[in-house]
């Protein structure tokens, strides 16, 4: 009887922690600190882990058991059981979702750190449109299921301080009080950590006295972008520039952002295309005209070879592919592209008469798609990789004159005249129509997709067009179409718009 009673007295000490995270996030530096952390306080700990085969790389679990040293050595688990923890650390959000979905997670026992940053699941970037769960109620959700609940957006924190989510989530273990130990001692085990340690510091301590009041939501104003450059360029910009104040104030600021995109896209006289092109919404609804301005300038920066080329060859991308790897400066990188041109784009990049003749003939279309239809890997660390990409990307002041973009301006130019058309009755209507823009990105068969499912809400406008709720139904086609890449939600809903017409 009494052995049995210290047998479930011991038990009761060990404290059960797991932690969830995914490739690069540190899961394994937060639990190797989680162990040190255990031993400078005095417990008994051991740590196992076991790597994920789920969604994107998968979520690997670590997992930690500790508690006090005594005479007996404690008996281990080494795995987490489903109501059986006392703290459970998630890299993010949805990870954090799938614990409580699994158990993991007890009210009456379990305190839940987790970060509400997002990380986009697979079935989420499969769907055409916006395929994003909605956050909040994730987080309603697994601040109900918890004992406790520590989440904010950690990453941020981490980003911020230049070290990674680890450190963030560490202060957040500090945070919570869920482990007895000394602040200081969280403190030693970072220090001890050795390279990068100060950074580590302060993500830690940025989580640890993070307070979400202190934060300003309210938009802040942009001026226009600082540029440099060639004397003729700087006072064409400016030009254009001054030409935005003519427009309603509350559009100002998305048709300066649009005026960027689609210069650094192109060039200044595409910007005064851009332009040319809002001026018909310049005295109409500032709604209209903010969605004219978004939509307008996304239809002007399609993707095409030169495109990839240039975004893929710019030295911004250089930085930020070593600053994601945490790549020191100074250590040789191996960068390898993978592409894969069908002969619709090759056609799409040479001049519009040659293109279109190609195009038109079968068998010279067919001979160029096997000689091109094929998977490429390039190495752009290298002089000849990134020359060839770097001289695509040149020809970029030749675009105008290439088939893909004299097929862009017509679909531009079609979009533009059913949007006028629908304005000057039905201002919703117009809106719902140039939002159907969103259907078409990318290029090779996802671009192919978008345009015939663009064809089909556009033909609708036959029938729907002078009805009351046609703005109504285009929308509802529009988030049909985006609702599955092979449109069948799409076709049944048009089947029931043409049921109108018999």
């Known amino acids: 009887m009494n052995a049995h009673t210290l ?40 740590m196992t ?17 500790m508690a006090p040293k005594t005479e007996r050595l404690p008996v281990f688990a080494l795995s987490p ?13 949805m990870e ?23 990380i986009l ?79 580590s510091l302060a993500a830690f301590h940025a989580a640890l006295t993070y307070d979400s009041a202190q934060i300003d939501d309210t938009p802040s104003q942009k001026s226009a972008p600082t540029v440099d450059g060639p004397e003729i360029l700087l006072k064409g910009w400016s030009d254009l520039c001054t030409q935005i104040e003519g427009f309603p104030n509350d559009a100002r600021l998305i048709i300066q952002a649009g005026l960027t995109k689609v210069i650094d896209y192109q060039d200044i006289e595409y910007g005064k295309t851009y332009l040319g092109h809002l001026v018909a919404y310049k005295y109409t609804d500032a709604n209209l005209t903010k969605v004219a301005a978004k939509y307008i300038a996304n239809a002007m920066c399609y993707d095409d070879i030169l495109r990839v080329a240039d975004l893929k060859t710019r030295a ?47 068998r010279a279309f067919a001979a160029l798609d096997r000689v091109t239809n094929k998977g490429r890997r390039i190495r752009t660390d290298g002089i000849i990789g990134f020359g060839l990409l770097w001289a695509v990307s040149a020809l970029k002041p030749y675009r105008r004159k290439f088939l ?45 997709r978008g345009h015939s499912k663009f064809g089909k809400v556009i033909a609708a406008l ?10 109504d139904w285009v929308r509802r086609l529009r988030s049909a179409a985006l609702e599955d890449e092979k449109g069948d939600v799409l076709d049944g809903a048009l089947a029931t718009v043409h049921s109108f017409a018999s």
């Open 404 to 448: 893909r973009h004299r097929f862009e301006t017509a679909h531009l130019s079609g979009l533009l005249e059913h949007a006028h058309k629908a304005a000057l009755t039905d201002t919703s209507l117009a809106i719902e129509i140039l939002q159907c823009q969103r259907l078409i990105k990318g290029y090779s068969d996802t671009h192919t």
């Open 462 to 471: 036959d029938v729907l067009s002078g009805r009351p709720d046609a703005a």
């Open 316 to 362: 911004s991308r250089q930085t930020r592919l070593r600053s994601e790897q945490d790549i020191p400066e100074g250590d040789i990188v191996q960068i390898t592209e993978y592409f894969h041109p069908r002969a619709q784009e090759i056609c799409g990049t040479l001049p519009a008469g040659l293109g279109a003749w190609i195009e038109s003939r079968p």
């Open 96 to 118: 954090a979702g799938r614990a409580v979905l699994r158990g993991f997670v007890t009210p009456h026992r379990t305190t839940l750190i987790a970060s509400s940053h997002r």
């Open 49 to 65: 882990s076991v790597a994920g085969v789920a969604q994107r790389t998968g979520a690997t679990i670590y997992y930690v058991e």
């Open 7 to 46: 047998s479930k007295d011991a038990s009761a000490e060990i404290i059960k922690l797991a932690v969830l995270a995914v490739g690069g996030q540190g899961g394994g530096v937060l639990a190797n600190w989680i162990a040190q952390l255990a031993n400078r306080g005095g417990y008994a700990v051991q």
């Open 121 to 199: 699941a697979i079935s989420e970037k499969e769907v055409p449109g916006d395929g994003r769960a909605q956050s909040t109620l994730v987080e309603e959700e697994i601040t109900s299921a918890a004992l406790r609940c520590v989440c904010f957006d950690m990453e941020t924190l981490a980003v911020e301080a230049g070290s990674m989510i680890s450190a963030s989530l560490f202060g957040g273990l500090a945070r919570s009080k869920a482990l007895p130990f000394e602040m200081t001692q969280f403190e030693e085990v970072i220090a001890a950590s050795g390279r990068g340690a100060q950074q």
């Open 81 to 93: 059981a489903p109501g059986d923890l006392d703290i459970l650390i998630a890299a993010e959000l």
